[in-house]
C-alpha cells in the first residue's frame, strides 16, 4: 500500500469534488482526488438533466447559481475552455399554489443581476405549447440554460492537474481514520493522509461519512429521464418546467427530452431507466403538454440515474462538528451540478481562511438537522 500526504484530499470526481480540488489547488494547497469509477462525472453529475437556472427563491440559492451561471460563461475567456454553457433559456409554469411567491422571487433575483421576465401565454406558447387552463403565472429566464456535465468536471480536473493535483480514478475509498487532528484515508491500495477530507461524493456521501463514525443525511434518489426519437418535434423547445406537476422538458441536439419528480418505488443507487414509470410520468406529462403523448420515443436514447438527497432538498456544506478534518460538500438534491463553480469556491475560502465570508452559508450547515431551532427555512426550491 502506497502511503501519500496532502493538505486536501477530495472524495469524488463529480462536478462538485472536481471544482472543490480545482479551487483548494488555487488557493495553494496540496489536492488528492479519488474516484471509485473509471473516469469523472460517472456518478450523478454526467447523468443529469444539465439544466443551469438564476430563477430561485432565496437569496442564497440565486447567489450560487447565478453566479456560477457567470463562471460557465465566462470559461472560455477565463481559462481557455468551453464548458458547453447555452442560454437557451428557462420557462415556469406556474399553478396558483406556487405563483404569488414565484412573482415576488423575481424581484430578488433581479436584484442579484439575473435577467427573468414576467410573460403572457401567448409569448410563453411561441416557446413551448402548453394546456394554459390551469395557469397562474409564467416567468422566463433568457440567461438559464444548459452546460455539458462532462465538460464542466473535466474542466477543473484539469484545471487542478496544472496546479499540481493528483486525480486517481479506480480509487473506491473503504475507511477514514482519525489521525490526531487530521484523516487516512484509504482508497483502492493507497493511504493518504490529510488535513482535510472533503466529502464530495454525492449520493454515496453518507456512506462516506459512515467510515468516519458520523452520520450525513444523504441517499440516493432515482430519477429517469426519457427521449424522443431524432426530429420528433419541430424547433427548439427551452428548459420548460410544469410547477404543479413537477414535469420538465427541453431540447438537446435533434432530441426532446423529459423528465420529472422521482419514480415512487426505488431508492438506493441505479442507472438504469424505470420504464414503468414513464406511464405514469406520460400521465401526469400530457396534462400540461398534451402532445407528448404523441411523441416517438427513442428507448435507446433515454437514461437513469440518481439524485444526492438530503431530508430538505438542501446541499449540506462545512466541516463536520464531530470530525473537523471532514468538510462535507455534497447533498445538493439535484441541483449540484448548476452550483458546482461556486460550491468549489466556497470549499476553498472555508477551508483556506477558516470561515466564509462572502455569502452567508447558515443554511447550509449540517447542524440545522440536529437543531430544528436553527435557521433551515431557505425557501421554495423551485
Ligand atoms: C436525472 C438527473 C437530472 C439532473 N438534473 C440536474 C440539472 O438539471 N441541473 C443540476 O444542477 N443538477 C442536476 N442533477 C443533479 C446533479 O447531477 C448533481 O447535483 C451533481 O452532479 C452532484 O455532483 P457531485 O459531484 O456532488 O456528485 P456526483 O457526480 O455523484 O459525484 C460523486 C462522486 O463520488 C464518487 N464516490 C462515491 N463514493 C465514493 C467512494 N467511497 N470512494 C471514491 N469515490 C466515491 C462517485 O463515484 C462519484 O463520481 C441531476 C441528476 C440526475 C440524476
Request: with cysteine; aromatic share 8%; hydrophobic share 45%.
Amino acid at each position: 500500500m502506497g502511503t501519500t500526504t496532502t493538505d486536501a484530499l477530495v472524495i469524488g470526481a463529480g462536478a462538485i469534488g472536481a471544482s472543490a480540488a480545482y479551487h483548494l489547488s488555487r488557493r495553494g494547497l496540496s489536492v488528492v482526488v479519488v474516484e471509485q469509477f473509471d473516469g469523472p462525472a460517472e456518478g450523478s453529475t454526467g447523468r443529469s438533466f444539465a439544466s443551469v437556472r438564476g430563477q430561485w427563491a432565496d437569496p442564497l440559492n440565486v447567489a450560487v447559481s447565478w453566479r456560477s451561471i457567470e463562471a460557465f460563461r465566462d470559461f472560455p475567456a477565463e481559462h481557455g475552455i468551453d464548458v458547453g454553457y447555452v442560454a437557451s433559456g428557462y420557462l415556469f409554469l406556474h399553478g396558483e399554489s406556487t405563483w404569488d411567491a414565484a412573482r415576488d422571487a423575481v424581484e430578488l433575483q433581479r436584484s442579484f443581476g439575473v435577467p427573468v421576465e414576467v410573460i403572457d401565454v401567448d409569448a410563453a406558447q411561441e416557446l413551448t405549447p402548453f394546456e394554459a387552463g390551469r395557469i397562474a403565472g409564467i416567468t422566463w429566464g433568457p440567461a438559464d440554460g444548459a452546460v455539458d456535465p462532462h465538460g464542466v468536471t473535466s474542466a477543473y480536473l484539469a484545471l487542478a492537474r496544472r496546479n499540481g493535483a493528483d486525480v486517481r480514478f479506480r480509487r473506491p475509498v473503504t475507511a477514514v481514520r482519525p489521525a490526531g487532528d487530521d484523516l487516512v484515508v484509504e482508497a483502492g491500495r493507497d493511504e493518504i493522509h490529510a488535513g482535510v477530507v472533503v466529502n464530495a461524493a454525492g449520493g454515496w456521501s453518507g456512506e462516506v461519512a459512515s467510515l468516519a463514525g458520523v452520520e450525513v443525511p444523504v441517499h440516493h434518489s432515482r430519477r429517469s429521464i426519457f427521449a424522443s426519437a431524432a426530429r420528433a418535434v419541430p424547433g427548439r423547445r427551452p428548459m420548460t418546467i410544469d410547477m404543479a406537476t413537477g414535469v420538465f422538458l427541453r431540447s438537446e441536439g435533434e432530441r426532446l427530452l423529459f423528465g420529472g419528480p422521482p419514480s415512487p418505488r426505488h431508492l438506493g443507487y441505479s442507472t438504469a431507466v424505470d420504464w414503468p414509470w414513464m406511464e405514469e410520468l406520460l400521465a401526469l406529462g400530457v396534462e400540461s403538454f398534451p402532445w407528448l403523448a404523441d411523441l416517438p420515443l427513442d428507448r435507446s436514447a433515454c437514461w437513469g440515474g440518481t439524485y444526492e438527497m438530503s431530508p430538505d432538498h438542501q446541499g449540506i456544506l462545512g466541516r463536520h462538528p464531530e470530525v473537523p478534518a471532514l468538510y462535507n460538500a455534497c447533498g445538493f438534491s439535484g441541483h449540484g451540478l448548476m452550483q458546482s463553480p461556486v460550491l468549489g469556491e466556497l470549499v476553498a475560502e472555508d477551508v483556506v481562511d477558516g470561515v466564509i465570508t462572502s455569502l452567508d452559508v447558515a443554511p447550509l450547515r449540517i447542524e440545522r438537522f440536529a437543531d430544528p431551532g436553527l435557521d433551515s427555512t431557505i425557501g421554495m426550491t423551485f
